[in-house]
């Protein structure tokens, strides 16, 4: 940030009264312009027969890698309401969300990123403007190699662990820099 | 929003392209400036007799009523984090972080709010600049009539519910505006 969103003044960097941390703060309105954590909201559309909806991005990051429907969460929504529109723009998808399965903390980045379990309710699904594909994956039939984002990783092979034992377990998970 | 904090340059709402909401782009350099949800991060410091420590508000909102220690989720931290942190500011008191133990959307004001359990490590606190008065308060102390928010009051009441039954379950809840 180096101008004021309000005044459109330069903005500098300086320590507020009794604040712990330098803001962005405006040098003629005085405005202080706080950065926060974004959170990505995503959802795990399982259909009746046990596989799991899947979509190829056809943006950056990742293009071309598999990965859950998930993506920013917008204002005026709630989670869940996030998880059901990100499946309906990434793959024309209608989904019933159930539990908030994981969230991870993706401090380097400044992400908090929610997944919630949910029913794929019909079949009626395409890939919408940001997926090259849309498919059901049996467990045995993920693209492990392909998978777009470690969280998805983590998410998919906690699922099919606690699926198996019959009991899906909320997991919070705070991941570091990837090393590679 | 009225001016490009990249550029200083006046923004307008428009649509981008595949988009399916208005942004405020930047006139000259045609930045796209998301606005997203922020999330309010807080504890429950219980301390080994059982008792909750709750502090009383010396700043607006709710100037003077009763609050878990939370506030808004810095960059570069974990949702742990900032709640461990968010209570050694308010409260001058160190807990060790438990299980997440309540989220709340509240879209109308576009935030998400995180509560987690956590065990108070000693009875060395006192009030932040942030509080009046910081105290530990039993189950039939909890002044009930002079709590800040209503997630506070639900947390509070969830959970000495599931501590009788000694049983914490995760709540995910969504909030719609108060009424009066």
Request: charged share 25%; hydrophobic share 40%.
């Amino acid at each position: 940030m180096k101008f004021c969103p309000e005044c459109g003044a330069p903005v500098a960097l300086s320590l507020p009264q009794d604040d712990h941390r330098e803001r962005h703060v405006c040098t003629v309105c005085n405005t202080i312009h706080y950065q926060n954590p974004k959170l990505i909201v995503g959802a795990i559309p399982e259909w009746q027969d046990g596989r799991i909806l899947l979509c190829r991005r056809a943006i950056e990051p990742r293009h071309g890698l598999w990965t859950l429907p998930a993506g920013f969460m917008e204002n005026g929504e709630t989670t869940a309401q996030a998880a059901a529109r990100e499946t309906l723009e990434e793959a024309n998808a209608r989904i019933e969300i159930l539990d908030l399965y994981a969230m991870y903390n993706l401090p380097y980045i400044n992400q908090v990123q929610l997944l919630y379990r949910a029913t794929l309710l019909d079949l009626d699904f395409s890939p919408g403007v940001e997926s090259l594909e849309v498919e059901l994956f049996g467990e045995n039939e993920i693209p492990w190699d392909t998978l777009a984002f470690r969280p998805i990783r983590y998410t998919l092979e906690h699922y099919f662990a606690d699926r198996k034992r019959d009991e899906f377990i909320f997991r919070n998970t705070d991941l570091t820099p990837p090393t590679r």
